[in-house]
């Protein structure tokens, strides 16, 4: 079992940025492959960014590309998501989540089997 706690958002505005922190807990964490989803108001889960287990290999969102960067520090536990110059558009609650090293690209949330409980990020125009 794996435990994922996000925290670090809130209200910001357009131009401005964040770093999400998700705290991991249980077996592995070193083991696994994560990533970070977002689902705006209405709309379906979409992926954002997804880092290797250890840290060598990122992938990212066309839509965040270039203003997000996702890491991990694996003593700590913890991937991070630092957001910069970010847009109304980027409003949505911000998942954590866990997947199994190998056998996924990563970019589809079926890829995942642990989630955190979400973070609500809001940019104003």
């Known amino acids: 079992q794996v435990q994922l706690v996000e925290s670090g958002g809130g209200l910001v505005q357009a131009g401005g940025s964040l770093r999400l922190s998700c705290a991991a807990s249980g077996r592995a964490f070193s083991n696994r492959a994560m990533g970070w989803f977002r689902r705006a108001p209405g709309k379906e889960r979409e992926f954002v960014a997804t880092i290797s287990s250890g840290g060598a290999t990122t992938r990212y969102a066309d839509s965040v590309k270039g203003r997000f960067t996702i890491s991990r520090d694996n003593a700590k536990n913890a991937v991070y998501l630092q957001m910069n110059s970010l847009k109304p558009e980027d409003t949505a609650v911000y998942y954590c989540?866990?997947?199994?090293?190998?056998?996924?690209?990563?970019?589809?949330?079926?890829?995942?089997?642990?989630w955190g409980q979400g973070t609500q990020v809001t940019v104003s125009s």
């Open positions: 989540a866990a997947r199994p090293p190998y056998g996924s690209s990563g970019y589809s949330d079926k890829d995942y089997n642990y």
